[in-house]
Nanobody, 127 residues
Framework: QVQLVESGGGLVQAGGSLRLSCTAS????????IGWFRQAPGKEREFVTR????????YYEDSVKGRFTISRDNAKKMVYLEMNSLKPEDTAVYYC????????????????????WGQGTQVTVSS
């Protein structure tokens, strides 16, 4: 069982930056790939980015490519999401999630692939 807790959300003006953190409860976290998803009001939850267990491989949704950076520190059991050049359309609740096994660029986008989820952190970008 891996418990995930997100933090770092808040209110920021368009063009600003935020760094989200995802803290894991178990050392076994290092064996899991970690994804970030987001859910805007009235919309379905969508994939944002994913990082491999050792941090060597990352993948981004096109809408955040070049603006967001995912990273992890396995010694600290932390995953980070650095968000720059934020836009009002980035406003959402952001969730981190953990998956085991091998994924493809297609399968990593599916919520069903992820076994453990955090409770989410709100990001609001004002125009």
């Amino acid at each position: 069982q891996v418990q995930l807790v997100e933090s770092g959300g808040g209110l920021v003006q368009a063009g600003g930056s935020l760094r989200l953190s995802c803290t894991a409860s178990e050392r076994s976290f290092t064996g899991y790939g970690i994804g970030w998803f987001r859910q805007a009001p009235g919309k379905e939850r969508e994939f944002v980015t994913r990082i491999s267990p050792n941090g060597a491989s990352t993948y981004y949704e096109d809408s955040v490519k070049g603006r967001f950076t995912i990273s992890r520190d396995n010694a600290k059991k932390m995953v980070y999401l650095e968000m720059n050049s934020l836009k009002p359309e980035d406003t959402a609740v952001y969730y981190c999630a953990a998956h085991g096994g091998v994924v493809t660029p297609q399968s990593m986008r599916r919520q069903s692939v992820y076994t453990y989820w955090g409770q989410g952190t709100q990001v609001t970008v004002s125009s």
